[in-house]
Nanobody, 126 residues
Framework: QVQLLESGGGSVQAGGALSLSCVAS??????????MAWFRQAPGKEREGVARASRAGYILYADSVKGRFVISRDNAKNTVVLQMNNLKPEDTAMYYC??????????????????WGQGTQVTVSA
C-alpha cells in the first residue's frame, strides 16, 4: 500500500523559511497518487488544505499561502516539496502530506485523500 513520509519541519522565526518534503512509496498504480497535497492542522482547528499538485502539473494554493509557498513535484521520484517562505505565526501547525486519485475537484478538502503521512511539525515564533 501507499506510504507517505514527510520531513523538513522545525522551528523558525517569523519571516523565515522551511522546505517540507514528502516521498511516496508502495504505489502499484501511479493514478493512486495523481494528486499529492499538503494539509495542516493546528490544535483546536480543522485540518485545512495548503497546496496540491497533480501529475499533469496542475497546482492549487490556499489563499492564505498564495505568494509565499511553492509546491513542486517530481513524478519520477514520487516526491512533492513545499517551499515555505515568509512564514508567519499563523502558519504554525502539523503539516501532512496526502495523496489521492483523480476527481478531487477544485477544493482543497481533505476527504478525497486516501493516503496520509504522519505529519511534521512547523512552529513559527514572533
Amino acid at each position: 500500500q501507499v506510504q507517505l513520509l514527510e520531513s523538513g519541519g522545525g522551528s523558525v522565526q517569523a519571516g523565515g523559511a522551511l522546505s517540507l518534503s514528502c516521498v511516496a512509496s508502495g504505489s502499484s498504480n501511479d493514478m493512486d497518487i495523481y494528486w499529492m497535497a499538503w494539509f495542516r492542522q493546528a490544535p483546536g482547528k480543522e485540518r485545512e488544505g495548503v497546496a496540491r499538485a497533480s501529475r499533469a502539473g496542475y497546482i492549487l494554493y490556499a489563499d492564505s499561502v498564495k505568494g509565499r509557498f511553492v509546491i513542486s513535484r517530481d513524478n519520477a521520484k514520487n516526491t512533492v516539496v513545499l517551499q515555505m517562505n515568509n512564514l508567519k505565526p499563523e502558519d504554525t501547525a502539523m503539516y501532512y502530506c496526502a495523496a489521492a486519485p483523480p476527481g478531487v475537484g477544485a477544493a482543497l478538502a481533505p476527504s478525497p485523500y486516501r493516503h496520509w503521512g504522519q505529519g511534521t511539525q512547523v512552529t513559527v515564533s514572533a
